[in-house]
């Protein structure tokens, strides 16, 4: 979260592209083909899909919920299954007793071991909720700029990736050199700024 309350940290970029005429509702069916849908135990370890700003566990997205006067705000929505590991320990050791038993055995082999392990975890997945984590995303539509409430490196490159993939526009991350380039500098300029290294201003380390 962020955009509304809580955290002002964020990571910001440019938009790289032109909006279509019509971007409104062409904007409103690509955020819905990408929507959150829940995340079942018999499912993938994760999932990922745009949900309310204001609400995570809306994801039933329309103009009303996504514009904003000259905004697009979505919030990304990551559900992700983490079981405590003492927990999933004692039922696989206890599935494990049980499985030998049947079969008279002292051992499982490999295959055996990882399909136990599967059918514990769908099992205790049943019994616990999916771990979520949220993200709000913010854009300008008249600046191009558009505002992720996170620095984490990995959620920048996937919110990154499921806009290019939402919307079909380039993200540039915010540096000296786009921020110069998008104010108009002469030529001569940008070939200077094309070519500059940064400067270490502490003492070598021994």
């Not at 005429?21 to 135990?41: I, K, S």
């Not at 055996?112 to 539509?141: G, I, Y």
Request: net charge neutral; proline share 6%.
């Amino acid at each position: 979260m962020g955009a509304l309350k809580g955290s002002i940290s964020y990571s910001k970029h440019y938009v790289r592209g032109t909006l279509p005429d019509d971007f409104h509702d062409a904007f409103v069916e690509r955020v819905r083909l990408r929507a959150f849908r829940p995340l079942g135990p018999e499912e993938d370890e994760a999932r990922i899909g745009w949900c309310s700003i204001e609400n995570p566990l809306d994801c039933e997205l329309d103009h009303g919920k996504i514009f904003f006067n000259n905004y697009l705000n979505l919030g990304l929505r990551i559900d992700r299954w983490q079981i405590p590991g003492p927990l999933f320990k004692a039922h696989f050791a206890e599935a494990e007793r049980e499985h030998l038993a049947k079969r008279g055995r002292a051992k499982l082999g490999k295959s055996e071991k990882e399909e136990l392990a599967l059918r514990v975890s769908r099992k205790l997945r049943k019994q616990l909720v999916p771990v979520m984590k949220t993200v709000d995303l913010s854009w300008n539509l008249e600046t191009g700029v558009v505002r992720f409430w996170t620095q984490s490196p990995a959620l920048v490159e996937t919110l990154g990736e499921i806009f290019d993939a939402t919307f079909g526009l380039d993200l540039v991350p915010e540096s000296p050199f786009t921020a110069a380039s998008r104010i108009g500098l002469a030529e001569v300029h940008e070939r200077t700024f094309a070519v500059l290294q940064p400067s270490v201003f502490h003492a070598p380390l021994s």
